[in-house]
């Protein structure tokens, strides 16, 4: 995927990790975008190391990875956080 690409699908991951997980997290559109880019890069890791196959582009498949990985990296935050 192009830089842009990335962060479209990035802030799209990112406010939908925050949708399914409400709460006060600092930062606005510029932490979601870095926190669906950054969940983008660990759902595909943690995808190619299960069998599922990494990011491909704009898909259901990579779209499911990144917010996947950026619920996780929002969890990992939060319990880091107390």
């Given at each position: 995927?192009?830089?842009?690409a990335?962060?479209?699908?990035?802030?799209?991951?990112?406010?939908?990790?925050?949708?399914?997980?409400?709460?006060?997290?600092?930062?606005?559109?510029?932490?979601?975008?870095?926190?669906?880019?950054?969940?983008?890069?660990?759902?595909?890791?943690?995808?190619?190391?299960?069998?599922?196959?990494?990011?491909?582009?704009?898909?259901?498949?990579?779209?499911?990875?990144?917010?996947?990985?950026?619920?996780?990296?929002?969890?990992?935050?939060?319990?880091?956080?107390?």
């Open positions: 995927m192009g830089f842009f990335w962060i479209i699908m990035g802030l799209l991951a990112g406010i939908v990790a925050k949708l399914l997980m409400p709460g006060k997290d600092p930062g606005g559109w510029i932490i979601t975008i870095l926190l669906g880019i950054a969940g983008a890069f660990v759902g595909g890791y943690i995808g190619s190391l299960l069998g599922f196959g990494g990011l491909t582009g704009f898909s259901l498949k990579s779209f499911l990875l990144a917010v996947g990985g950026a619920v996780i990296l929002l969890f990992a935050y939060r319990l880091i956080k107390k």
